[in-house]
């Protein structure tokens, strides 16, 4: 390993968003930069450890155990060097009263968000929440008139310039299935799923664009069942032959639970975008600003702990601010 004067900032700005996005291309358009730069900052970067940091997947890239054990100190470092940059002459009172409005699919509920929810009401313990289901909202329109403060968004592409984004995670998909199913019906491959009997969240209550719309209503064959919250679907599936589609981590917080057994899912269920959107006047809002750290931290390392072999069950969510870690900010104009 080289002393540290091989190094500077915008390589270690670098290194956290790919560690964060997963993908060179799509780091590169949150930084501002060519991909050939960001490519050639992580050379330059496993140069100065004396090993790569990332290797390459099917979906993008992932990160090398190296990698994994850099990334907490770094971006722990960047946030407080970035906090320095960008104090201003206010006071912020995290004990004063504050409530926030937040869209996002009710799956995500339980496990992405509740890490979230936490360590908030530990910091601001005035501070109120409402959930919106996000099939009821006009996300850009009411992101613009202040009805909704922020919004966890899977679907069209947010195209107003007043609205932020920032990536969150490329969601993977996993099969439901009651425990045994296989033993009465064999393994479930794709083309066992496309037969089987299925339980699906109505196409009305999926937003357009949304992957589970193509993965799950392709076929002109009706489902067995649709409900209109996902939250039904493990109770349903415990108790039937019904298959299920849903999104990995939910899957993770519900098989023990429910008793079911996971699958993987068929092809055609491709990762899912996520992304945090809010308007950009809550970049004057440092309470708005410290839950956008919390939710960028939460995520970041649930992708950690899914990485690094972390038994797959409810224990997954638990803990997430146990290293009492801080979060760092970002942005990104909507594109």
Not at 16 to 35: C, D, I, N, P, W
Not at 160 to 185: E, M, N, Q, Y
Not at 224 to 236: E, T
Not at 242 to 252: E, G, N, R, S, W
Request: hydrophobic content about 40%; charged content about 25%; aromatic content about 8%.
């Amino acid at each position: 390993m080289n002393d540290g004067k091989s190094l500077n900032l915008n390589l270690l700005r670098i290194f956290v968003k790919v560690y964060e996005t997963g993908h060179v291309t799509r780091a590169a358009e949150e930084l501002g930069m060519s991909q050939p730069a960001v490519s050639a900052g992580l050379t330059r970067l496993a140069g100065h450890y004396g090993q790569p940091l990332f290797r390459r997947t099917k979906n993008g890239i992932a990160p090398t155990p190296m990698a994994d054990k850099l990334f907490e100190p770094i971006r722990k470092g960047m946030h407080v060097f970035e906090t320095g940059l960008t104090i201003r002459d206010e006071t912020v009172s995290y004990d004063q009263k504050r409530h926030f409005r937040i869209s996002l699919p009710n799956l995500a509920e339980p496990t992405i968000f509740t890490p979230v929810l936490n360590q908030l009401w530990r910091e601001m313990p005035s501070v109120t929440v409402e959930i919106a289901p996000f099939f009821e909202v006009d996300l850009e329109q009411e992101l613009c008139n202040g009805a909704l403060d922020l919004a966890y968004h899977v679907g069209e592409e947010i195209r107003d310039p007043d609205l932020l984004t920032h990536h969150l995670v490329d969601g993977r998909w996993a099969c439901i299935t009651r425990k045994g199913w296989s033993d009465d019906f064999g393994p479930l491959t794709p083309e066992a799923y496309d037969r089987a009997a299925k339980v699906l969240i109505d196409r009305h209550r999926v937003p357009v664009g949304n992957p589970l719309i193509y993965a799950d209503n392709r076929s002109n064959s009706e489902p067995a069942c649709r409900v209109h919250r996902g939250w039904s679907i493990p109770q349903i599936v415990a108790h039937s032959d019904l298959v299920a589609l849903v999104q990995m981590p939910f899957a993770i917080f519900v098989h023990r639970r429910f008793g079911l057994d996971i699958h993987p899912p068929p092809p055609t269920a491709t990762p899912a975008r996520l992304e945090m959107v809010w308007h950009r006047r809550a970049d004057r809002d440092p309470m708005h600003r410290r839950l956008r750290e919390l939710a960028i931290h939460s995520v970041a390392e649930l992708k950690r702990r899914m990485r690094s072999g972390y038994p797959m069950d409810e224990g997954l969510f638990q803990g997430i601010w146990d290293s009492d870690s801080e979060a760092g900010p970002a942005s990104q104009p909507a594109r």
